[in-house]
């Protein structure tokens, strides 16, 4: 069977300053993703080039390898943080956060009922 010869698009990697400008985070925080959500590899010059595919995962609200749905799952166990403490401390935007809630309350077999659920019942419940 011949081979496809069709050209494919070549993926360029990304150094570790245009990782921050597409994360809207300074060069630090980016390295201190290394080894966690980001998983670079080292050039001659000992500079760092990162996938452009696990940089994409982190831009959109987490990592390919599951880190950050670990570490919120943690802290939802802890039972001790809001989601708002949890969007703040992971990094993630909101509608993450709330997907996560949603994926842990099924794992964990907890009933979830939305805003407009719980505010039906209390109007019962006040009533009876």
């Not at 990304?14 to 994360?23: D, G, M, P, S």
């Amino acid at each position: 069977m011949a081979k496809d010869k069709r050209a494919r698009p070549r993926v360029e990697w990304l150094t570790r300053r245009q990782v921050a400008e597409i994360l809207g985070v300074d060069e630090q925080r980016v390295q201190a993703m290394d080894g966690t959500e980001l998983h670079p590899i080292r050039r001659a010059d000992r500079s760092w080039l990162y996938s452009p595919h696990e940089v994409a995962g982190v831009a959109a609200g987490g990592a390919a390898n599951g880190v950050v749905t670990a570490r919120v799952f943690a802290m939802f166990r802890g039972g001790d943080k809001s989601l708002a403490d949890v969007a703040i401390e992971t990094e993630q935007p909101a509608a993450r956060i709330r997907e996560l809630r949603r994926d842990y309350d099924d794992l964990a077999g907890y009933l979830s009922l939305s805003r407009e659920t719980v505010d039906g019942l209390r109007g019962t419940c006040q009533r009876i």
